[in-house]
């Protein structure tokens, strides 16, 4: 025997319009959806934020370019600040403008790697020096 479910006033709202509507109309977006739309909208903003105050690669002033255009570190990464809001993981204090070449050995994809010394508690918005580890 198959038992009714009972919807919230919300739902029924919701299919009521979804009845009388033509074909193909949409439903609403996933909260996920909705939140991944909101980080590339802070993201967007950021890097034209960070683009306009870094006019090259903070770490070699653009020496070691390739004409290769240049990235946008986060340091912490954003693996490790997965969960937390868009404005958290994302803005000017935790993203810098890097040259390939710096990006590789910042995030270790090469074999030498580099790290960042903070030489204020601004993040990447005070000045910033780049240690090479060994």
């Not at 994302?90 to 270790?108: D, F, I, K, Q, Y």
Request: charged letters at 30%; hydrophobic letters at 25%.
């Amino acid at each position: 025997m198959l038992r009714k479910t009972r919807r919230t006033a919300k739902q029924r709202a919701w299919l009521k319009v979804k009845q009388r509507a033509p074909i193909g109309v949409p439903s609403r977006p996933s909260r996920r959806a909705t939140d991944r739309q909101t980080h590339n909208v802070q993201k967007r903003l950021t890097h034209d934020l960070v683009w306009a105050r870094d006019a090259c690669c903070r770490y070699c002033h653009g020496y070691r370019t390739d004409y290769t255009p240049d990235q946008m570190h986060h340091d912490p990464p954003l693996s490790a600040t997965r969960g937390r809001p868009p404005e958290e993981r994302t803005n000017t204090r935790t993203c810098v403008r890097v040259c390939v070449a710096c990006h590789a050995e910042l995030t270790g994809t090469v074999g030498r790697k580099m790290t960042t010394q903070f030489l204020s508690d601004r993040g990447f918005d005070g000045p910033i020096k780049g240690v090479m580890l060994t």
